[in-house]
T-cell receptor, first 114, second 113 residues
Framework: NAGVTQTPKFQVLKTGQSMTLQCAQD?????MSWYRQDPGMGLRLIHY???????DQGEVPNGYNVSRSTTEDFPLRLLSAAPSQTSVYFC?????????????FGEGSRLTVL | TQLLEQSPQFLSIQEGENLTVYCNSS?????LQWYRQEPGEGPVLLVT?????EVKKLKRLTFQFGDARKDSSLHITAAQPGDTGLYLC?????????????FGKGTLLTVNP
């Protein structure tokens, strides 16, 4: 069972470079989201999507772009990487209905910006 | 301002001890979830509580949702090294047609053999 798949698992960038973190899920979930996890800060929501063609900002969206062209894929783009974006990024998906849906997480992508 | 406050932030205990982790807020939640995260992996759902006063048990883990749906606790009986991990609580609040899930900062539990 694939679930939520993130690539790459590790990435090192130089300040100003751009890159895309890929996320794919095979559970036909409407809702997909990106979180970043930093020491002492917990999980913070960057962007989320409730279906193909629909995206919205979370609590820390600056410096990141997303798009949702298919139900399965939800890439996260860093247009001009900054050292403050060094973090572990998690993609998560769930069924979009109600308040109690389980979030399924990928294994994470560890990004270092020099 | 952190919407969900978890305490303690760190906890190191010996195998066989009991422990309680708390998740507190001034906001009311539609539901509250507990996740466990192991190093190098994403969080995995342990339980969801939706009714004020609700108590759920998962083997040696007991979860309680406060009567006012503003807080929750996780109690582990006779902790084992396999319980080691980061425990995260997450509260869901209605935001129009969507439910926004907010995470606490987590409690890092280490159970020593």
């Amino acid at each position: 069972n694939a679930g939520v798949t993130q690539t790459p698992k590790f990435q090192v960038l130089k300040t100003g470079q751009s890159m895309t973190l890929q996320c794919a899920q095979d559970m036909n979930h409407e809702y997909m989201s990106w979180y970043r996890q930093d020491p002492g800060m917990g999980l913070r929501l960057i962007h989320y999507s409730v279906g193909a063609g629909i995206t919205d900002q979370g609590e820390v969206p600056n410096g990141y772009n997303v798009s949702r062209s298919t139900t399965e894929d939800f890439p996260l783009r860093l247009l001009s990487a900054a050292p403050s974006q060094t973090s572990v990024y998690f993609c998560a998906s769930r069924v979009f209905s109600g308040a109690s849906g389980e979030l399924f997480f990928g294994e994470g992508s560890r990004l270092t910006v020099l | 301002t952190q919407l969900l406050e978890q305490s303690p932030q760190f906890l190191s205990i010996q195998e066989g001890e009991n422990l309680t982790v708390y998740c507190n807020s001034s906001s009311v939640f539609s539901s509250l979830q507990w996740y466990r995260q192991e190093p190098g992996e994403g969080p995995v759902l342990l339980v969801t509580v939706v009714t004020g006063g609700e108590v759920k048990k998962l083997k040696r883990l007991t979860f309680q949702f406060g009567d006012a749906r503003k807080d929750s606790s996780l109690h582990i009986t006779a902790a084992q090294p396999g319980d080691t991990g980061l425990y995260l609580c997450a509260g869901a609040r209605s935001g129009g047609s969507n439910y926004k899930l907010t995470f606490g900062k987590g409690t890092l539990l280490t159970v020593n053999p």
